[in-house]
């Protein structure tokens, strides 16, 4: 701040340095002829686009090294793209670089602020327009101004009301009833307990009519995962262990944090993880979180057989499946 | 005159007869741009929007932006027969039947991935140079504007093929705006017409990302790059640059010549990684159903350290009264980045208040004379830089033979010590640099040449550096810290003496420094 501290004067802007090319006429010749082949490279690039585009075939595969195999169709596209671009961009670069003047220049600054007189001169003028308009003191129509203005935004915002339906009791719901038919996804095919070996998993879905359409909106609360364990393997209580059958327990496959689908299986440890967020959740004690961001456990189904010995649930989920929300009751 | 002299004449004579323009192209057709390799960040981010609306364009010929079930029987085999989404089927369309459709959706992800990166680190640029400071602080704002709608734009976009990955991180989205409290569940149905994932999302976001948002950007952008034009280019310091004057080449030629130039470099390394690295290969994904997903699922990487905050959540909610509080979705997913992007924005106004510094600025600051905000800048960057790896976890935990476990507790761990850590530690390393600058000035260049001396001592010559860089290493000014005085004149006590006792505390932060070269220093040394 204190000037008698800067010791070191500024020497100014240094001095010009001619290049090559403002001397010597043969370097001059020389850096136009660069700037013609570098541009002449870029005609060669779109020349074969063009070729790419027209004549070579979409099932062509080459390979390259690296790249390994490749669609040769895709590649040379790209490629002659690059090469058309690239090489313009090169040449004018090269050009300017060059053969275009090189000298700085210096231009001055203003600071930004305006001249006093001038904002004397606005104030004046904003002070008379308002006089003028006497806005200080018609307080009734300024009052009934803002009034409206304040309204005015409601009627937007009114009009996207129809954006969705109201969420209502649809978030509880599933699709799942007492005696819904466990089914495959894909397939649809009602399953038996003697279908799963100890140790499989299997995704399914609440069985559907005949003809009937499944709509992504019924997959993401409805989607169950299966695992079959052996009963002794269970550390649940009564009421949790009469949920499952013969070792077989059955979870919402939705998770319980953000909604992804919880599809890893640790056969192992009996752990099943939401590739999302890392949730990890312990089979054996009704998928308990025991790691990750999760806080409560995947809802689970009760299941059990029906007359003919297929797999179907007892009653609908006692809990809303799927990520938390506010109206959503945890206790 | 020859005949194409006459033609430019009457053309530019018919123009300016109409508008005028003569008087203003005149003054700005010379109009001095200060070089440096620097300066062409934000060029990059420019220069990538125009290619993402260049190719965006090309691909809403071909896209059919519905969630419409339609059975899938194109080119590409292993998908055939299946049912997906009209969006997803026309995404394999442009793939797969397009000639050159491929390459135009490489170019348009490449180009999204690219100008993310080119808007970080031109903040970055300008957050460490001090670019901000008055009377920049309008176009910070509105540049931190761009990068938040540069987020949710390319959000958007990934999300529109309807693809399993794609459908997986709305998926998340809409979770986290169902875990707002009292509104979630409304918001969320309204925005997804009912349950998730509904059959209007991908329409409507359609229109958010190929209308809304380039609206807006077009909007911002204009008058990020008026204000530059208006206030006139920063420059680093050097000899002959001041804070009243602007040292560099004029617009015509020399500046349009590189600027347009690198456009089309800017493009065609676009094209190149375009034709050569495949990204986003969707017909792998499948189409999107909410009861699959696929393994080492990762959103973009300017989503990542926003999904890395969630991963490393706590598994925190408030169960009561009959309602739930997900804090494991609100404190990473809404209130942390709220407190990021806003003390971001408010940065310049901030560091105005601690330095009482109301002057303009056009000479940039070196990082490492201004301590403290390099040192908070490493901060920033080393919190946002460990969530970006956590949002990786998976990733890395595979390849580098380590549990999510570990990964995991790193992360936690990682994000509330390693911030502080960095603060200190560039702090240190901002004075040692000062302090070898110092010693650069006063005894000049170590040559590397030993000199025996007659009594037997060894002594390595210095070469003194030129005037230029001496001043170059000089010309900054040293911070002075407020101290606000307690009591007024009448030694009556100043209202608000906390916050100024406070704003004394931080000023005297800021202005810590290794004092610069003075004259009394150099004389002393002229008489050794």
Redo the contacts between chains.
């Keep these: 701040m204190s000037s008698e501290l800067e010791a070191i004067k500024d020497p100014g802007v240094p001095a010009h340095v001619h290049r090559q090319a403002d001397l010597d006429p043969k370097a001059e010749k020389k850096a136009e002829r660069q700037v013609a082949i570098l541009f002449a490279l870029s005609a060669l690039g779109t020349i074969l686009f063009i070729y790419s585009y027209i004549w070579i075939s979409e099932d062509l595969f080459i390979y390259f090294p690296v790249l390994g195999t490749t669609n040769a169709k895709q590649l040379f596209l790209g490629l002659g793209l690059a090469f058309s671009l690239f090489f313009i961009g090169a040449g004018a670069i090269h050009w300017a670089k060059t053969l275009m003047p090189d000298e700085e220049v210096i231009a001055m600054r203003h600071e930004m602020r305006s001249e006093d007189e001038d904002r004397r001169e606005l104030v004046k003028t904003a002070k008379q327009g308002a006089a003028a308009a006497a806005l200080g003191r018609r307080s009734l129509i300024k009052r009934s101004l803002g009034l409206s203005l304040g309204l005015i935004g409601l009627s937007p915002l009114l009009l996207l009301r129809d954006l969705g339906p109201l969420p209502g009791k649809d978030l509880e719901k599933t699709s799942w009833k007492s005696g819904t038919r466990l089914v495959t996804d894909p397939g649809d095919r009602p399953i038996k307990p003697s279908d799963l070996e100890v140790g499989a998993v299997a995704q399914v879905l609440p069985a559907i009519a005949e003809g009937g359409h499944r709509a992504l909106s019924d997959i993401g609360k409805d989607a169950v995962l299966l695992i079959r364990l052996r009963p002794e393997e269970f550390q649940l209580d009564a009421e949790r262990l009469g949920m499952t059958y013969q070792g077989i327990i059955a979870f919402s496959k939705i998770c319980s944090h953000m909604g992804c689908a919880v599809a890893l299986y640790e056969q192992q440890t009996k752990h099943l993880l939401c590739p999302c967020h890392q949730s990890t959740f312990d089979v054996t004690r009704a998928a308990k979180v025991i790691f990750g961001p999760a806080a409560r456990p995947l809802p689970q189904l009760a299941i059990t057989v029906d007359s003919e010995g297929y797999l179907i649930a007892q009653k609908p989920f006692s809990e809303p499946v799927g990520p938390s929300y506010w109206e959503r009751n945890s206790q | 005159m020859t005949a194409r002299e006459r033609i430019t004449g009457s053309v530019a004579n018919y123009v300016d007869e109409r508008t005028g323009a003569a008087a203003w192209m005149k003054k700005n057709l010379?109009?001095?741009f200060p070089d440096h390799w620097s300066f062409l960040l934000g060029e990059i981010a420019l220069y990538s929007f125009i290619i993402l609306l260049l190719s965006g364009t090309f691909l809403t010929f071909w896209f059919d932006p519905s969630q419409r079930e339609v059975i899938y029987d194109g080119d590409y085999q292993p998908l055939s027969g299946l049912k997906m989404s009209a969006a997803y089927a026309s995404t394999l369309h442009i793939s797969f039947e397009v000639?050159?459709g491929?390459?135009m959706r490489?170019i348009h992800h490449w180009a999204a991935l690219l100008f993310m990166v080119a808007i970080v680190v031109h903040l970055l640029r300008v957050y460490f140079t001090g670019a901000f400071r008055k009377?920049r602080e309008f176009n910070w704002i509105i540049g931190v504007g761009l990068l938040t709608l540069g987020i949710v734009e390319g959000f958007l976009g990934y999300s529109l093929p309807d693809d399993l990955l794609s459908g997986?991180g709305i998926?998340?989205a809409?979770?986290?705006i169902?875990?707002?409290?009292?509104?979630?569940?409304?918001i969320?149905?309204?925005?997804?017409?009912?349950?998730?994932?509904?059959e209007?999302f991908i329409p409507r976001i359609f229109t958010v990302h190929v209308l809304l948002l380039p609206g807006i950007f077009l909007a911002l952008i204009t008058v990020h790059l008026m204000l530059v034009w208006y206030?006139?280019h920063t420059q680093y310091p050097g000899?002959?640059?001041?804070?009243?004057?602007?040292?560099?080449?004029?617009l015509f030629?020399?500046y349009m010549?590189?600027a347009?130039?690198?456009?089309?470099?800017?493009?065609?390394?676009i094209?190149?990684l375009?034709?050569?690295a495949s990204i986003n290969p969707i017909w792998l994904y499948g189409p999107?159903?909410?009861?699959?997903?696929?393994?080492?699922?990762q959103p973009d990487w300017y989503m990542g350290w926003l999904?890395g905050l969630?991963?490393?959540?706590?598994?925190?909610?408030t169960?009561?009264f009959?309602?739930?509080?997900?804090w494991?979705?609100l404190i990473p997913g809404l209130i942390l980045p709220g407190i990021m992007f806003t003390g971001l924005a408010l940065y310049p106004f901030i560091e105005a208040w601690i330095s009482g510094d109301k002057r303009?600025h056009?000479i940039l600051d070196r990082p490492r004379n201004v301590p403290n905000r390099t040192a908070l800048g490493a901060m920033a960057l080393t919190f946002t830089i460990v969530a970006l790896l956590n949002g990786g976890?998976?990733i890395i935990a595979t390849t580098f033979n380590l549990t999510?476990?570990q990964m995991?507790w790193f992360s936690r761990i990682g994000i509330l010590v390693l911030p502080p850590i960095a603060f200190v530690v560039t702090k240190r390393l901002c004075l040692s640099l000062q302090r070898a600058d110092r010693d650069l000035?006063l005894h000049g260049r170590e040559t590397g040449t030993l000199v025996r001396m007659p009594r037997g001592e060894f002594v390595e010559i210095h070469e003194p550096i030129s005037?230029?860089k001496?001043?170059t290493l000089?010309?900054h000014?040293?911070p002075?810290p407020l101290e606000l005085p307690a009591t007024d004149a009448r030694g009556l006590k100043r209202p608000g003496a906390i916050k100024n006792k406070l704003r004394n505390r931080m000023s005297r932060a800021h202005a810590v420094a290794v004092p610069?070269?003075?004259?009394?220093?150099?004389k002393e040394i002229e008489h050794h």
Aim: no cysteine; charged share 15%; glycine share 10%.
């Design positions: 010379n109009k001095v000639r050159g491929l390459l490489q009377p997986t998926r998340i809409e979770a986290i169902q875990a707002l409290p009292v509104v979630g569940s409304y969320a149905f309204f925005a997804f017409g009912g349950a998730f994932p509904g209007a206030q006139k000899p002959g640059r001041t804070e009243k004057n602007v040292v560099g080449y004029p030629p020399v010549a590189k347009g130039g690198f456009f089309f470099i800017v493009f065609g390394v094209a190149f375009s034709a050569v999107y159903t909410p009861g699959q997903i696929s393994a080492g699922s999904d969630v991963r490393m959540a706590p598994p925190l909610e169960h009561a009959g309602h739930t509080i997900s494991n979705i303009e056009h976890n998976d999510i476990n995991m000035v005037a230029q001496a001043w000089t010309q000014e040293q002075v610069k070269v003075s004259a009394a220093d150099l």
